[in-house]
């Protein structure tokens, strides 16, 4: 299944390159709101809250009141993922908070899952060189993504995988990690990060993974 993505960032809809570089950028929200609503799901991540600079939460709300959504992006405590669910979106994505110390914040993913239900939670396994990445792609941690996975699976309801290495540059995504990841795990799959065409979604599809699409859709290379 095709995700699309929304990225907020400065009250604009934009795509970086690996999370640094602004490449396009976006104020059109009801053409994309139009042209994505036919789809069953769509992926919005607020990067200012996610790089703890500022926050996009009134057109986060506005978005997610028009659109099936996950939402993601600076959700680091279970009154902040509450308030998401309130919103009426579907899952919320979790990130950087599952990691503290240097370690797997097993606590956190557990009580989460208490209070909020693990079908409303997508832990986020964003992956720089093979290890878990937060803080907005700013601080690379020595947790294996392999290893995020299977401590975390009991406590959500997907994995969203980012390929940060590749991501926004449209070369493709590493379908050998993606395979291996898919197969540690018995949670829904959905993996994002270069992804470039319609027949890679297919592939991905193919293994029972759904794709996060953002460059390609704003360029024009996949069709929506």
Same mark, same amino acid.
């Given at each position: 299944?095709?995700?699309?993505?929304? @990225?907020?960032?400065?009250?604009?809809?934009?795509?970086?390159?690996?999370?640094?570089?602004?490449?396009?950028?976006?104020?059109?929200?009801?053409?994309?709101?139009?042209?994505?609503?036919?789809?069953?799901?769509?992926?919005?991540?607020?990067?200012d809250?996610?790089?703890?600079?500022?926050?996009?939460? *009134?057109?986060?709300?506005?978005?997610?009141?028009?659109?099936?959504?996950?939402?993601?992006?600076?959700?680091?405590?279970?009154?902040?993922?509450?308030?998401?669910?309130?919103?009426?979106?579907?899952?919320?994505?979790?990130?950087?908070?599952?990691?503290?110390? *240097?370690?797997?914040?097993?606590?956190?993913?557990?009580?989460?899952?208490?209070?909020? *239900?693990?079908?409303?939670?997508?832990?986020?396994a964003?992956?720089?060189?093979?290890?878990?990445?937060?803080?907005?792609?700013?601080?690379?941690?020595?947790?294996?993504?392999?290893?995020?996975?299977?401590?975390?699976?009991?406590?959500?309801?997907?994995?969203?995988?980012?390929?940060?290495?590749?991501?926004?540059?449209?070369?493709?995504?590493?379908? @050998?990690?993606?395979?291996?990841?898919?197969?540690?795990?018995?949670?829904?799959?959905?993996?994002? *990060?270069?992804?470039?065409?319609?027949?890679?979604?297919?592939?991905? @599809?193919?293994?029972?993974? @759904?794709?996060?699409?953002?460059m390609?859709?704003?360029?024009?290379?996949?069709?929506?």
């Open positions: 299944m095709l995700i699309p993505s929304i @990225d907020l960032m400065g009250g604009k809809i934009v795509q970086l390159v690996q999370g640094e570089r602004k490449a396009l950028e976006f104020t059109n929200f009801q053409e994309w709101v139009d042209r994505f609503a036919k789809y069953p799901l769509v992926q919005l991540i607020d990067l809250a996610a790089m703890g600079r500022g926050s996009n939460a *009134g057109l986060v709300g506005d978005l997610a009141r028009q659109l099936p959504c996950q939402v993601g992006g600076g959700i680091r405590s279970l009154e902040a993922a509450a308030s998401m669910l309130e919103l009426g979106t579907q899952r919320v994505i979790v990130g950087s908070s599952l990691i503290a110390g *240097g370690v797997i914040n097993i606590g956190f993913a557990r009580m989460l899952a208490e209070k909020c *239900g693990p079908e409303k939670l997508v832990f986020a964003d992956s720089r060189g093979g290890f878990v990445s937060i803080k907005g792609w700013k601080e690379t941690t020595a947790i294996p993504t392999l290893a995020f996975i299977k401590a975390l699976e009991p406590f959500c309801a997907a994995f969203l995988y980012t390929n940060i290495d590749t991501e926004g540059l449209l070369q493709g995504i590493p379908l @050998d990690m993606i395979r291996e990841l898919r197969s540690a795990t018995s949670r829904r799959f959905i993996a994002a *990060g270069g992804i470039r065409s319609e027949e890679e979604v297919e592939t991905l @599809d193919k293994m029972g993974v @759904d794709a996060v699409v953002g390609a859709i704003y360029c024009g290379m996949i069709k929506v």
